[in-house]
């Protein structure tokens, strides 16, 4: 990877044409990235409470002690609204990555929040297949990694633009195995798929990051377009600490007996 010099795509000058100093530029741009590591705080935030909230409706405990499933478990987690509740989060995505342009902050604000709470219900189920403890154990695992790789794009000299896309390249093949898996259900393919994923998910991570950072040139000084860009940064850094923490969950995730 080449030399990645910050300064050299910095031009210190608004989306408007006018200039600004290097002590503005600067705190606009600490400005923008704390706004991306908010929004996507508070989405994760809301994902978990939406999961846990679904959680503790859709179990209760049986006649023998055991977990038992409620009507609104069986509801999300076995009958066929569980196919709905699982493919949400992908409609949800898709209308953000193709309309995000045309709607005005406000809407993109709400449907980004709406995605975050389908995600959690989504996701409520692990919380079923795994214990508790092991859950708590891979997100600190998973926050504590996500949060070394997002400061090593952000403060890295190194070009990570070839690296990002060989993990984009990476991404696609995982999106491929993992239909084809749906049919063959094989554990050993499962399994190659979650420690690529991880590999895969930390690389994105770190160039998303680095790529975010630049992209403020563009936005700088529009106020509108830089909080929208800020919300769809959010989202592309929360689906990469997202996959990331299934996939580090299924590899060492203890389950429920």
Known sequence: ???????????????????????????GL?????????????????????????????????ASGRMALTPFGQAIWVSPLKWLIILAPLAFTLVLSFRWEKMSYGALL???????????LSLSSIFVIYKL????????????????????????????????????????GLIIAGIVNIFMQSSALQFAINVIGVLVFAGLTAWDTQRL???????????????????????????NFINMFQMLLSLFGNRNE
């Open 213 to 239: 950072k630049e992209e403020y040139d563009v936005v700088a000084g529009d106020q509108v377009l830089m909080q929208k860009w800020s919300l769809m940064g959010a989202l592309t850094l929360y689906l």
């Open 1 to 27: 990877m080449a030399d990645y010099d910050r300064n050299a795509y910095a031009p210190y000058a608004t989306g408007m044409g006018r200039s600004m100093s290097a002590a503005q530029y600067d705190q």
């Open 133 to 172: 403890g092991s859950i708590a154990q891979v997100f600190f695992i998973t926050a504590a990694a996500f949060g070394g790789l997002s400061l090593f794009g952000y403060t890295t000299k190194k070009d990570l633009s070839a690296m990002g896309k060989f993990m984009l390249m990476g991404l696609f």
């Open 30 to 62: 600490r400005s923008y990235m704390l706004g991306i590591y908010n929004h996507m705080t508070i989405a994760l935030a809301l994902s978990g409470l939406v999961a846990i909230g679904a959680f503790m409706l859709g179990t209760t405990t049986g």
């Open 110 to 120: 709400g449907t980004f929040y709406a995605f975050a709470a389908v995600m959690g």
